[in-house]
């Protein structure tokens, strides 16, 4: 069983930067691949990013693409989305999200992704 707490949402202007960290309970963190998604209000949930468990893979969606980068340190338990040139249009709630695999290919639907955090809202204003 795999706990995952999201922190670092806020309110920022348009062209800011923010950085959501997802800290993870329990010894098995470093063979789980982790992800980001985000859901706007009166929209579906979406992918944004994800990591492999080793860090040497990474996907974004192509909305985020060249803004968004994402990490982790596996020794930390933490998985970390760094945001720069944020647009109003990202504007969401932020999960953090994880399944068990120690294969490089990385999964973008949600429906794979076997634990789930809290959520933490970010609001990017025009």
């Known amino acids: 069983q795999v706990q995952l707490v999201e922190s670092g949402g806020g309110l920022v202007q348009a062209g800011g930067s923010l950085r959501l960290s997802c800290a993870a309970s329990?010894?098995?963190?470093?063979?789980?691949?982790m992800g980001w998604f985000r859901q706007a209000p009166g929209k579906e949930r979406e992918f944004v990013a994800a990591?492999?468990?080793?860090?040497?893979?990474?996907y974004y969606a192509d909305s985020v693409k060249g803004r968004f980068t994402i990490s982790r340190a596996n020794a930390k338990n933490t998985v970390y989305l760094q945001m720069n040139s944020l647009k109003p249009e990202d504007t969401a709630i932020y999960y953090c999200?994880?399944?068990?695999?120690?294969?490089?290919?990385?999964?973008?639907?949600?429906?794979?992704?076997?634990?789930w955090g809290q959520g933490t809202q970010v609001t990017v204003s025009s």
């Open positions: 999200a994880g399944y068990r695999s120690t294969a490089q290919g990385i999964v973008t639907s949600d429906l794979r992704y076997e634990y």
């Open positions: 990591i492999s468990w080793t860090g040497g893979s990474t």
């Open positions: 329990g010894r098995t963190f470093g063979t789980y691949t």
